[in-house]
């Protein structure tokens, strides 16, 4: 049994950050899940332009708001507490908060599981997982 508090992540290298977010992650590839759980947030003004290449992601809201843009058609969706949004096709996509909000505050789960030190690459993706 996997028995974590996050709080205890904090300032280890679970502990990973770039331009505009940071993200705890809770589970990763080590800890032999076959997926991987952060908790993210993507800070206050903050436009993330990903493309998850290498994964699938499914993000769940459990605060703050911002717009997720899928890139290739334009469509615009609201992220508030409740919604999930899960870009499972490898989906261009951008991630907007507000400059005068709360940073949006993501539980995620990607698959197959990230190390656990990973940044976005200039593309907005992580880089392939080792075998």
């Not at 300032?11 to 990973?16: F, I, K, L, S, V």
């Not at 409740?82 to 940073?103: I, K, M, Q, S």
């Not at 539980?107 to 030190?117: E, K, M, N, T, Y």
Request: charged share 20%; proline share 5%.
């Amino acid at each position: 049994m996997i028995v974590l508090d996050h709080r205890q992540l904090r300032g280890t290298d679970r502990d990973a950050a770039g331009p505009g977010w940071t993200s705890l992650r809770l589970l990763v590839k080590s800890d032999g899940m076959g997926f991987s759980m952060t908790e993210t947030q993507v800070l206050p003004g903050a436009v993330l332009r990903l493309e998850y290449k290498h994964h699938i992601e499914a993000c769940y809201c459990i605060g703050g708001a911002g717009t997720v843009i899928e890139l290739d058609s334009g469509t615009r969706h609201e992220i508030t507490q409740g919604v999930l949004y899960a870009p499972n096709a490898h989906d261009r996509h951008e991630v907007h908060v507000p400059e005068d909000g709360e940073a949006l505050h993501l539980i995620c789960v990607f698959s197959p599981a990230l190390q656990g030190d990973e940044v976005h690459g200039p593309d907005g993706s992580y880089a392939a997982p080792e075998v």
